[in-house]
Nanobody, 126 residues
């Protein structure tokens, strides 16, 4: 059983920063590609960032957060992180971490992920 638990969400002012963490149970963490998605009220869940399995040599993010958000992983701690800088009101959403056990190339599609966390709320005030 793989479980993902996010933490680090909260309320921040425009221009501020937050760091999200996702703790993953299980012994196969290093073999999972890991991603962050978000979902704002009334909107579909959208891709934020992904990091490849193993050492995480490949990362990419959505255009809307590129240059502001950074994804990273620590395989020794079974954790993935999302550092969010220069936050904007439109970043307000529930943020979810997700694990892909089979290495889909379509990393931007939520349906390709096998395990999900419960989400953590990020609210950016204007």
């Amino acid at each position: 059983q793989v479980q993902l638990v996010e933490s680090g969400g909260g309320l921040v002012q425009t221009g501020g920063s937050l760091s999200l963490s996702c703790a993953v149970s299980g012994r196969s963490f290093s073999s999972y590609a890991m991603a962050w998605f978000r979902q704002a009220p009334g909107k579909e869940r959208e891709f934020v960032a992904v990091i490849s399995w193993g050492g995480g040599s490949f990362t990419t993010s959505a255009d809307s957060v590129k240059g502001r958000f950074t994804i990273s992983r620590d395989n020794a701690k079974n954790a993935v992180y999302l550092r969010m800088n220069s936050l904007k009101p439109e970043d307000t959403a529930v943020y979810y971490c997700a694990a892909d056990a089979y290495g889909s190339s379509r990393y931007y599609e939520a349906g390709n992920y096998d395990y999900w966390g419960q989400g953590t709320q990020v609210t950016v005030s204007s």
